[in-house]
């Protein structure tokens, strides 16, 4: 991929695509190869012709959660939206008319996530909640966005967002800090503070199919992350410590941690309640690691970057032998 490094990536929602985001701000698409099943071949690159405007960096502690990074959601199977946290532009892409355009909001962004409907919903720096619907004109090669809803939700900058279309909630987090809503009219449902927050800064949520919560916490202190677990209602019970980059969770609920042990990067699968190591435990690579998903049941996508490069790496876990084999790298 050249002299600019993957810094995100992810599975178009009709599986058939995989968006690369360049830290040139290129975005690569590849295509699922039927007849290769799990290899990818690059189908399209897509330039930004539009300029970010009104850039404004906030540090707020050393591991840097709000320095201006990349956004992107999926509207449709056509058609994505890419930005920079703490930015007022959002860049509107038509992947297969290959036109895009730019528009520009009042606020500035840390958080976006797509829903359903050609909507979308953007976290703020002052912790409001915006609720968009996006209207595509692909004769005039247009878009309009309509905000629907607003809503003050949390105390602080909106770190991340989780959509869960099952219990048709929202929850945003900001450094310390859930608060869970109904997506239809932004209902106050319930907060939840991390447990010891001082020093500590929420960074991802996630739900699983049980509805447990679980937060990626960055710890100043230690300059390491945790997760901690919750019940949908608040309760706490429990947290899983390490030098952990990202995690995902199975269908089955359990849960996946990509960290570091003695310079090596490891997949654990652990209990989602207790969290005691299950089924294995795998080296991957030597690197840093910067983004992994699961594709159920059974395959992760891994991103991993060292001092030369950047690479997907395609793993396929056999769960009958309990191993991990590399399909396919792109990079």
């Not at 509805?211 to 209602?233: G, M, R, S, W």
């Not at 042990?261 to 435990?281: G, S, T, W």
Request: proline share 2%; net charge neutral.
């Amino acid at each position: 991929l050249g002299q600019s490094e993957i810094i995100f990536f992810t599975k178009s929602s009709s599986n058939d695509f995989l968006y690369c985001l360049l830290k040139n701000g290129i975005i690569n698409i590849y295509k699922l190869d039927p007849k290769m099943k799990k290899n990818f071949v690059l189908d399209k690159e897509i330039k930004p012709k539009c300029q970010f405007l009104s850039l404004k960096e906030t540090k707020i502690h050393k591991n840097q959660v709000f320095n201006p990074k990349y956004l992107f959601c999926e509207i449709n199977e056509n058609s994505i939206i890419f930005g920079r946290t703490l930015d007022r532009t959002l860049i509107y892409y038509n992947i297969f008319e290959d036109w895009q355009t730019s528009f520009l909001l009042k606020s500035h962004t840390i958080s976006i996530i797509s829903i359903k409907n050609n909507e979308f919903i953007t976290g703020i720096d002052n912790g409001h909640l915006y609720k968009w619907h996006i209207d595509i004109d692909n004769k005039e090669k247009k878009v309009d966005i309509e905000l629907l809803l607003l809503i003050k939700s949390n105390q602080n900058a909106i770190t991340s967002l989780y959509y869960d279309e099952k219990l048709n909630i929202i929850i945003s987090s900001d450094i310390n800090t859930l608060s869970i809503r109904k997506i239809y009219d932004f209902e106050y449902l319930n907060s939840i503070k991390i447990k010891e927050s001082k020093g500590k800064y929420i960074t991802d949520i996630k739900v699983s199919e049980f509805n447990f919560i679980y937060t990626l916490i960055y710890v100043e202190e230690t300059d390491y992350n945790e997760i901690q677990a919750f019940t949908i209602n608040g309760t706490y019970f429990g947290k899983y410590e390490g030098i952990i980059f990202n995690f995902q969770l199975s269908k089955t609920g359990k849960l996946i941690v990509n960290e570091l042990e003695k310079e090596q990067l490891i997949i654990k699968v652990l209990n989602p309640v207790n969290f005691y190591e299950m089924q294995y435990k795998e080296i991957v690579d030597k690197g840093v690691s910067f983004n992994f998903f699961l594709e159920k049941p059974n395959i992760i996508y891994y991103g991993i970057k060292d001092d030369k490069e950047t690479k997907i790496k395609i793993i396929v876990i056999n769960a009958k032998e309990s191993h991990i084999f590399y399909m396919n790298d792109i990079g």
